[in-house]
């Protein structure tokens, strides 16, 4: 065993280690030897190993059975010995040409641990696993079979722990404290940068995480659906939306609401009292045992049949939790038409619905009982007066 004691690690050994059994006991179930696993969200998952420095290489090899070894560029060393468990490291230097370097890395790693023959299962639908890197790597292990694993970290990440969902719970309270400094702000005449400086202001003092990012957008550029806030002037009348998550420990909770610049219409109030009446009855069914495709039929046709929308193509909600851009959510599971899967207790969703340049949305935990909203803001069309 290659344990150490970190002094920056997120969750208890207890937890990745239980974490890291239900990998395994899938693994072999399947009968897969060894996991070569790119996806920062799962090398994090399974070691606590955090770092923004994906633009280089990084991997976790994971055996049926033993510790995973961590796949490294040397000046990342620090940031394991203190955020990760996991005590043995393979070491990359940079070098002009840096992919056959890397991937000598794994080969490296799997070859010590006599793993370089035989079936590797690759996360295949990593972005950080390009054809290149994958190419490469199989000219390396001309004994082993390279094959597609089936998303198993993935997978077990929907089911958030108790500790998991209370770090959630943290990071929902600082989203809403930014929509409140972003309404408190959105006057006429203010930018939207400013009214965005307001914002990040308040996430940084409530403890928010990096990346210090959201959707902030008004009047005419509310049609962008994920457009960065702009030099736009604030004008009477003008709805303001804002799309905010909260980062506590790398889990980000988000929440979408939506103010008026001055008075809202009337006009604007029906619109959002229909949007956010189909929501709330939508939430309801979200009941563990529930049929995913069913949900996601509760949100989309009503909607199209208020007339507030022509068609409605975008997801209706997706799975969201433990996050790493350039990724915006876990979107492992996904509220779209024709899907059909169930929901279970501990899944978390970001729940979503725009129309009439406004939005609203909440992050929604499944529990034995039923949906529990974690962002608990009011749910109305604020109002900057």
């Known amino acids: 065993m290659t344990t150490h004691t970190p002094t920056e690690m997120d969750f208890p050994l207890e ?195 990096l990346p210090l990012s959201g959707i902030i957008i008004s009047g005419t550029r509310t049609d962008q659906l994920h457009g960065d806030f702009s030099d736009r002037r604030l004008e009477k009348g003008d709805t303001v939306y804002f799309e905010l998550q909260g980062i506590h420990q790398k889990y980000w909770a988000r929440i979408m609401r939506t103010t008026t610049v001055g008075p809202a219409t009337d006009e604007q109030k029906k619109a959002a009292e229909t949007i956010i009446r189909i929501q709330d009855e939508a939430i309801a069914l979200m009941q563990p045992g529930e049929n995913a495709g069913r949900v996601d039929r509760a949100f989309r046709e009503p909607l199209v049949a208020s007339g507030l929308k022509k068609d409605y193509t975008n997801r209706t909600g997706y799975s969201l939790g433990l996050n790493y851009r350039p990724s915006a959510g876990e979107f492992i599971r996904e509220f779209v038409p024709g899907v059909d899967w169930t929901l279970e207790p501990g899944m978390v969703f970001h729940m979503l619905m725009m129309g009439a340049g406004m939005g609203f949305s909440e992050t929604v935990l499944i529990t034995e009982s039923g949906p529990e909203r974690l962002t608990t803001m009011e749910r109305k069309l604020f109002e900057r007066n």
């Open 15 to 209: 937890e990745y280690r239980e974490r890291l059994l239900k990998t395994q006991a899938e693994m072999q179930r399947i009968g897969l030897p060894v996991m070569v696993l790119h996806q920062p969200e799962n090398i994090l998952y399974l070691t606590g190993f955090y770092t923004t420095g994906y633009f280089s290489y990084h991997a976790i090899v994971v055996p049926a059975e033993g510790d995973p070894v961590l796949l490294l560029r040397d000046v990342e060393l620090p940031a394991a010995r203190s955020s990760s468990w996991v005590g043995q490291h393979f070491i990359y230097k940079d070098e002009p040409d840096p992919v056959p370097a890397w991937m000598d890395t794994t080969r490296r790693a799997l070859e010590e641990l006599g793993l370089a023959g035989g079936k590797v299962g690759l996360d295949e639908h990593s972005w950080f696993l390009t054809i290149e890197r994958w190419k490469k790597l199989q000219s390396l292990l001309p004994n082993a079979e390279l094959v597609q694993e089936p998303r198993i970290v993935d997978h077990i990440r929907l089911i958030k722990s108790s500790r998991e969902i209370a770090l959630l719970r943290v990071a929902a309270r600082q989203a809403e404290l930014g929509v409140v400094a972003g309404v408190a702000a959105s006057q006429a005449g203010e930018t939207e940068r400013t009214v965005a400086t307001a914002v990040f202001n308040e996430l940084l003092k409530s403890g928010s995480g």
